[in-house]
């Protein structure tokens, strides 16, 4: 599946914001990723169509790789160094950390509602006489976030295999758990021996 005009644009604006342009490892490195993962790209169109108004980028050495920011119309932000290349190591965990933002683009609707129901909440009780008890709430707030995360890592997860697979169908997990370097240690236990099928 060609990538969509309407996200073509959007990394072109991207490449054209970078130090280097379309030579920068940054702009490669998405369009890479969405040609060779069809389930991250399917996500990302998703998205596209109206949970993200850009990609951009934050310039730092160390730190996190890629972010969501929702607010005005939704960013994915990239780490870059200040040449504009990519500062994440390797394809496939770049592919699993784009993923993992384009899902939090993806369920914007559902993390804003949880939200807004802690707030609603925390100002019921606050305006109630006495004492209040508000674990219950924060009990929520702290399960829905982790809940947000781990789907959003999961999707990452899968579009990788996604990734690996594309161009070997017959990838073992063990293939597909070499591509995740560190980050497979969230997915498998370290020292996890993975059987072999024939
Ligand atoms: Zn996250």
Redesign the pocket.
């Known amino acids: 599946m060609p990538i969509s005009p309407r996200l073509t644009s959007y990394l072109q604006d991207f490449a054209n914001r970078l130090p280097n342009g379309t030579s920068s490892t940054a702009y490669t490195s998405i369009l890479a990723a969405l040609n060779g993962s069809p389930l991250l790209l399917q996500e990302a169109e998703l998205a596209a169509l109206d949970k993200f108004a850009k990609f951009d980028f934050i310039v730092t050495p160390t730190g996190k790789a890629a ?2 920011d929702s607010s005005g119309g939704g960013t994915i932000l990239i780490a870059v160094d200040s040449a504009g290349n990519l500062t994440q190591q390797g394809m496939g965990t770049f592919v699993l950390v784009l993923g ?2 384009v899902k ?1 683009a993806n369920r914007t609707e559902t993390y804003e509602a949880t939200r807004k129901s802690f707030n609603d909440g925390v100002a019921n009780l606050a305006g109630k006489p006495g004492m209040q008890e508000y674990t219950r709430l924060l009990l929520t707030s702290q399960s829905d976030s982790a809940y ?2 781990a789907v ?2 999961i999707t990452g997860w899968n579009d990788l295999v996604s990734y690996v697979r594309h161009s070997n169908p017959s990838a073992t997990l063990e293939q597909v758990k070499n591509e995740a370097l560190g980050y497979s240690q969230h997915f498998l236990k370290p020292g996890t021996t993975i059987p072999v099928s024939d």
């Open positions: 972010a969501y993992h933002e939090h947000d995360e959003a890592h």
